[in-house]
């Protein structure tokens, strides 16, 4: 059940977190970092290591969220642009983009399942498997289609969420009891983030309040037009 779901979680979120910050001394974007970490982890749990790894590992974290991005864009700039244009310019290469990246993760997926040990296999991959009749023998590719959207959906808010967390524990710094403790057990240094910071956090809370989702890599608020996002799904789907 989902109960037991919660140390495996939480073990392979820990090992997403430090992969994600051996690849840099320093965390330019804490949200970018948020995002890898959690990605990295929802395919871990959801598809398998072994996928992962066959599917490129980093580059594959890397190019999903730059497909997340491009979909973000497109999404906004079909709000405004008629659709003789959009079709073509905005929504049809980001179509590309998403069957590219499907054809790497069917691969991955038909790669693992032949040489990788099941039991090492993802919680809805081996859910899958057991369904009846044909729903368990369907392609890799209509597998690897549907996780595709199954991974946009779970890893967006977790990682905003945590972002906006942590951002929100360094803006506290020691005015509460409850961060203190946690800041001397972690062995934080017992001071408020810079003002720079917490800035940071006023402008990315309001600016999620306003727009309903996370900021976008400009800094600007991402979209969320619903005639867009049916556009979107319509031509990119």
């Given at each position: 059940?989902?109960?037991?779901?919660?140390?495996?979680?939480?073990?392979s979120l820990d090992r997403s977190l430090e992969r994600e910050r051996a690849a840099s001394l320093r965390a330019a974007d804490l949200f970018g970092l948020a995002r890898a970490t959690v990605l990295r982890c929802q395919v871990e749990r959801l598809l398998g290591a072994p996928v992962l790894e066959a599917a490129g590992d980093a580059a594959f974290i890397s190019a999903f969220m730059s497909f997340q991005d491009r979909i973000e864009d497109a999404t906004a700039?079909?709000?405004?642009?008629?659709?003789?244009?959009?079709?073509?310019?905005?929504?049809?290469?980001?179509?590309?983009?998403r069957r590219k990246l499907t054809r790497r993760l069917a691969a991955a997926i038909a790669c693992a399942e032949r040489g990788a040990d099941p039991a090492t296999l993802g919680s809805w991959l081996r859910a899958a498997a057991t369904l009846p009749?044909?729903?368990?023998?369907?392609?890799?590719?209509?597998?690897?289609?549907?996780?595709?959207?199954?991974?946009?959906?779970?890893?967006?808010?977790?990682?905003?969420?945590?972002?906006?967390?942590?951002?929100?524990?360094?803006?506290?710094?020691?005015?509460?009891?409850?961060?203190?403790?946690?800041?001397?057990?972690?062995?934080?240094?017992?001071?408020?983030?810079?003002?720079?910071?917490?800035?940071?956090t006023r402008s990315s809370a309001a600016c999620s309040r306003r727009s309903g989702s996370a900021r976008t890599p400009s800094g600007r608020c991402g979209p969320s037009s619903r005639r867009a996002a049916s556009c979107s799904l319509v031509a990119i789907g």
């Open positions: 059940g989902l109960r037991d779901e919660i140390r495996p979680l939480w073990r700039k079909a709000a405004v642009l008629p659709r003789t244009l959009s079709l073509p310019l905005v929504l049809w290469p980001v179509a590309r983009m009749g044909e729903l368990a023998r369907r392609p890799s590719a209509q597998v690897a289609e549907l996780a595709i959207g199954l991974l946009f959906a779970s890893h967006k808010n977790p990682s905003i969420g945590a972002a906006q967390t942590l951002c929100a524990l360094l803006e506290l710094g020691d005015t509460h009891p409850t961060v203190r403790d946690t800041r001397r057990q972690a062995g934080w240094p017992r001071r408020r983030a810079p003002r720079r910071w917490r800035a940071a």
